[in-house]
Antibody
């Protein structure tokens, strides 16, 4: 059974760096084809894809946020970490991590709400 | 690749046949997924590869299309189907989602 869970701060001040951790079980991030992605959703708005990391350490980013995002994995801990620099109130959203494959995102975490406010 | 869903809102009754459309700004073959999201919950994968039903998803859900035009059909709407539905293209990066279709009573 694949499960994922996001963790991180609920409140971040503008200009700070946000670090989110996705802890997963039920699959290996080193298995060929495996990937973990991050998707966010501002309150009342649509889903927005942010980044994805593959088993071979290939990393992909949203062009609109690429300069602010870094995705990495810790295979020993079964974790994927997303950092976002210089956050702004428009970055207030629920952030999801998901198991990602060629067919889409088949397993999702419960999401974590991050509010950016001074 | 931009995805445009229509309609944005849909009012329907239990038992109705419901169709949601997703149009891509360029051809994506069959690299399209559909998700259902209920308030306060994570999205749930319903359909992948445009027409393949994800394990455990009721057969009243079906997907069709290829290239630039896709549809999600619910053959007989059930009370638990009232939710927001999103399409996503997985043909090329950056991955993109449609704007969503809210299905209301």
């Amino acid at each position: 059974q694949i499960t994922l869970k996001e963790s991180g701060p609920a409140l971040v001040k503008p200009t700070q760096t946000l670090t989110l951790t996705c802890s997963f079980s039920g699959f290996s991030i080193t298995a060929t084809g495996a990937g973990v992605g991050w998707i966010r959703q501002p309150p009342g708005e649509a889903l927005e894809w942010l980044a994805l990391i593959y088993w071979d350490d290939d990393k992909r980013y949203s062009p609109s946020l690429k300069n602010r995002l870094t995705i990495s994995k810790d295979t020993s801990k079964n974790q994927v970490v997303l950092t976002m620099t210089n956050v702004d109130p428009v970055d207030t959203a629920t952030y999801y991590c998901a198991h990602s494959g060629v067919s889409g995102h088949d397993f999702w975490g419960q999401g974590t709400l991050v509010t950016v406010s001074s | 690749i931009q995805l445009t869903q229509s309609p944005s809102f849909l009012s329907a009754s239990v038992g109705d046949r419901v169709t949601i459309t997703c149009r891509a700004s360029q051809g994506i073959s069959s690299y399209l997924a559909w998700y259902q999201q209920k308030p306060g919950k994570a999205p749930k994968l319903l359909i992948y590869a445009a027409s393949s039903l994800q394990n455990g998803v009721p057969s009243r859900f079906s997907g069709s299309g290829s290239g630039t035009e896709f549809t999600l059909t619910i053959s007989s709407l059930q009370p638990e189907d009232f939710a927001t539905y999103y399409c996503e293209q997985v043909k090329s990066f950056p991955l993109t989602f449609g704007g969503g279709t809210k299905v209301e009573i």
